[in-house]
């Protein structure tokens, strides 16, 4: 497994690399992640738990690292995470049996 507490060190660093040569990127990504929390309908908490299970769908070792401390930072319990994980789980495997229905559909469409 990774050394989280390393990998998210190094990840800021390359970020602020990029940060360094790219400004405004960095200064549209942070507008954009703001943007959320203008409206207060979901605390903080709920938002960093909707992007645990968004970080697991996307496969995003960064986004893992960063939304967990967070997640952490505001209070999650292991059995909060854990949960938020399984509605990941759940989409991703409903996403394969949507995927499998339109395999199902092509292979009648190619047959010949």
Not at 32 to 54: F, H, P
Not at 63 to 89: D, P, Q, R, S, Y
């Amino acid at each position: 497994m990774l050394n989280w507490k390393e990998y998210r060190s190094q990840l800021f660093g390359r970020i602020g690399e990029i940060a360094k040569v790219a400004p405004e990127t960095i200064k549209g990504y942070q507008t954009l992640s703001a943007a959320g929390k203008s409206t207060n309908y979901l605390d903080a908490k709920q938002r960093e738990l909707i992007a645990l299970a968004v970080a697991v769908t996307l496969r995003c070792d960064g986004c893992i690292v960063v939304h967990t401390t967070e997640a952490k930072k505001l209070g999650a319990t292991k059995e909060e995470i854990a949960e938020a994980l399984g509605v990941a789980i759940s989409v991703n495997a409903g996403a394969a049996l949507v995927y499998s229905a339109r395999v199902m559909d092509a292979a009648e469409a190619v047959a010949s």
